[in-house]
């Protein structure tokens, strides 16, 4: 985007894009695209892309906002943060992730910064104890998926690229019981992914935006339409929904699921959901 020029409207209160630039960033999709950077976080079996997440960091804050992503894993937030001269708080259960997060950290030389807090814990408990922010971005464990037959290993030699190897060789994020992935029924996932989301909502100033990371996937074998619901549980907790912009993963492998009998969807994209905290 730094291609871009155009004029900037000293009214504009939600980031530092011209006009140009923040036409561009309302298309309903992008392409998503991958960095050097992104390499060693495919120790984490999902992590985010940096310039994704770059790109909505920039649409919903201005520089020296604070972002928080109650389910940091290997700490792509907070470079991506980083890079935009924003501030981050990251939350995640586990302690491996959070040394994954601060190895990355590392290599780009952003230890010891105040810019940048992660906290390993239970985002349940950790986010009342925080500040108020001013963007949430994060991407939820997609209930137990990692945990299905495959065991989340689907390996692809014939594919290249750093997107196909993520799941490689790693398993699912924890064992412990208040873990999302660890959900016993999707329904019970649903719930515990709202009452965090409900501690989210009461940290974010009003009129900030909120994006949840996350596609559709299968649920004993059936495919669910999990946008829809994440989208009824945010509007339940008083999040107002502003419009999802899908993230093309055209990189990913193709699997013939059901052929030759049936159709089943291969996802290559995410949706990234957007919501608002609409001042009432
Ligand atoms: C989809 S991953 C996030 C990956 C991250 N976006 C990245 O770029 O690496 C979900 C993360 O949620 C964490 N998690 C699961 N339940 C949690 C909870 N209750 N509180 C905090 N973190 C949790 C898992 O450990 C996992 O790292």
Known sequence: MTDIVGRYDDRNKLNDLTGKEWLKSTKSFFLSK?????????????????K??????????????????PFMGSGTTTLASYNLNRKSIGIDLSKEYKQLALKRFKQKGIIGSKDFKY???????????????????TSPPYHNILKNNSNGLRKDSSVKGYRSGSRIGVKYYSDKQNDLGNQKSYNDFLLLFQKIMEQAFNKLRSN?????????????KKEI?????VIKLLCDIGFEFVGTIILL?????LYPFGYPYSFKINHMHQNIINFKKTEK
């Open 34 to 50: 991958k960095c050097i950077d992104d390499k060693p976080a495919f120790n984490h079996p999902a992590p985010f892309l940096i």
């Open 52 to 69: 994704d997440i770059e790109r909505m960091i920039s649409l919903f804050t201005k520089e020296r906002m604070t972002v928080l992503d």
């Open 119 to 137: 906290i390993v814990g239970d985002s349940l408990k950790e986010i009342p104890k925080l500040n108020a922010v001013d963007y949430i971005i």
């Open 208 to 220: 900030k935006y909120c994006s949840i990371v996350i596609s559709n996937f299968t649920v004993d």
């Open 225 to 229: 339409c999990v946008q829809a619901d």
């Open 249 to 253: 993963q055209d990189n990913k492998p």
